[in-house]
């Protein structure tokens, strides 16, 4: 697939999953709602039910910032197969403008997100590497 059908694939999906690894490499994997900015990827930590704030993902990135993004589509007829993994390195967004961008564009992909925007630690990924599959070309 070109670059051009990868990103297209990625900015369509509702759900990624991110892949991080702790220190000792020991990995990590949650889904993900996600927008996508030319190379950077950005997600946040929402208001769905959690635990707590101080999720394992941020503290495997400040450790470890390298990351995978998965976006996959499955269907029964197996012609319809895809992929696309995205390998880079992530970050706790700091910088307020930058924040606030990043959330107008999950705001603009998700409905929950214009109805309350997330107000927890903000994720960027800048984006290294596309790799991706299909079972039809």
Not at 11 to 22: C, I, K
Not at 28 to 45: E, Q
């Amino acid at each position: 697939m070109s670059k051009d059908e990868l990103r297209r694939r990625v900015v369509e999906a509702r759900v990624a999953h991110l892949a991080t690894a702790d220190a000792e490499g020991r990995p990590h994997l949650v889904p993900i709602c996600f927008a996508l900015s030319g190379d950077r990827l950005y997600s946040a930590v929402d208001a769905k039910p959690k635990r707590t704030q101080q999720l394992k993902r941020l503290e495997n990135i400040a450790a470890n910032p390298n990351v995978t993004v998965l976006v996959d589509h499955y269907h029964e007829d197996w012609t319809r197969l895809w992929w696309v993994r995205l390998d880079g390195r992530a970050g706790v967004v700091e910088e307020p403008s930058e924040r606030e961008r990043g959330l107008d564009l999950l705001a603009e992909k998700y409905a929950q997100y214009r109805a309350e925007r997330p107000a927890g630690p903000f994720l960027a990924v800048d984006i290294e590497r596309w790799r991706g599959w299909s079972a039809t070309p």
